[in-house]
């Protein structure tokens, strides 16, 4: 693939236009950025309960170190139904269809999905429902599994004791962020309560703790190839101190381990495009740089460096980088957090298997390999 010139422009301005799209089940409001290209996919995104595309991945994309994709991807954020601000109420008893989206232009040909809890589980049901339409999926604080009785009983106890925006903080955030960052909690409480119509998000809220299994099945080897999978590659995303670490751990437990990476982030909460952006874009780039589009480069990218190491027959994982990346703008959350972190992490890349965990190595003679696909490992950052 060969990008032209005018794409490195230092200053890039990319055209935003807003819609309402008409769908069987209502209103959908999208926000496509850029035009989409003939031979790239549209990076299409879908928040969690509580959010909309707004609060949750504004930031995200405004952060520096994403220019360098979205300058060569459109981005289409998709709302779901009455989530956006000043939504009209939706009707007594709507349902979510969480297998349906519908996309805001024919010209849009496939996707790169980015998502969030409820926003990850719809957009890996739809890739199993259109793996035509999906090159990869970067899914955040996935969970495959339907709603348990005990689960169920919880949040129906708490309906009945907590009012709805308590109930999505928690979902949203770990205890100890919620103890001890009082204002970035305070900022997203606001949001929920204020700028969110409370009956459409009740109804959001209900429909996602009804949803389904996804019924994925991870392809033993030597075994059936016709389990129901993720046919794309995935990069399954989750911060070390949130709520979803042990669902995501579930979910990667089933997907193929030829086309999956697991990402638990350290020193990261509920919401990794918040609290960690520069990382959490840096894997991006990475995961986009496997799928084939390999001239989406930049010095941050050339940090990652698959080596080859002869004696263990593994790869490792070099890396060194500063992040301060602490910063949703349409929150106003940059204000919120003043620490930098720097990390620093080097570790080994399991070939086939899913919980191979990163090691610290250091001294190593090492030669940069690009890989041609993704493995599926398990990387602590």
Not at 173 to 184: A, S, T, V, Y
Not at 245 to 266: E, Q, Y
Request: hydrophobic share 35%; aromatic share 8%; charged share 20%.
């Amino acid at each position: 693939m060969v990008l032209e010139d005018s794409e490195y422009d230092s200053v890039f301005e990319a055209e935003v236009t807003e819609d309402n799209v008409e769908t069987p089940f209502g209103t959908v409001h999208c926000s496509m950025t850029g035009i989409p290209k003939e031979n790239r996919p549209v990076i299409l995104t879908f928040h969690d309960i509580g959010l909309n595309y707004k609060t949750c991945f504004d930031g995200f994309f405004s952060h520096e170190d994403m220019q360098e994709i979205t300058r060569h991807f459109a981005v289409c954020h998709v709302n779901a139904p009455g989530q956006q601000e000043c939504a009209s109420t939706l009707p007594t008893g709507y349902i979510f269809f969480f297998k349906k989206i519908y996309f805001l232009s024919a010209s849009i040909k496939s996707v790169i999905g980015l998502a969030i809890g409820a926003g990850a589980y719809i957009l890996a049901r739809f890739a199993l429902n259109h793996p035509d339409l999906v090159e990869g999926l970067v899914l955040i604080n996935v969970n495959a599994q339907a709603e348990g009785w005990m689960d169920w009983a919880t949040h129906k106890f708490s309906g009945l004791t907590h009012a709805v925006p308590d109930m999505v903080i928690s979902h949203l955030f770990g205890k100890e962020e919620i103890h001890n960052n009082h204002d970035l909690i305070a900022t997203f409480r606001h949001h929920i309560t204020t700028r969110i119509n409370q009956t459409n998000l009740q109804h959001f809220v209900k429909s996602y703790n009804s949803r389904r299994h996804l019924d994925i099945e991870r392809p033993s080897a030597g075994g059936t190839v016709n389990v129901k999978t993720l046919k794309c590659p995935a990069l399954l995303v989750v911060g070390d101190s949130s709520p979803a670490v042990d669902a995501v751990v579930d979910c990667n437990s089933k997907m193929n381990p030829t086309k999956t990476t697991f990402l638990k982030m350290a020193d990261c909460g509920g919401l990794p495009q918040v609290d960690q952006p520069a990382k959490l874009a840096e894997a991006f780039k990475y995961f986009i740089q496997g799928l084939g589009y390999s001239n989406i480069t930049s010095s941050c990218l050339s940090a990652f460096l698959f080596v080859s190491v002869s004696s263990a027959g593994m790869t490792r994982l070099s890396r060194s980088r500063t992040a301060s990346g602490n910063s949703v703008s349409s929150l106003d959350a940059s204000r919120l957090r003043t620490r930098n972190r720097t990390h620093t992490g080097e570790g080994q890349r399991g070939r086939s298997h899913t919980d191979v965990s990163m090691e610290s190595a250091s001294n190593s003679s090492v030669e940069p390999v690009l890989p041609a696909t993704i493995h599926s490992t398990e990387v602590s950052c």
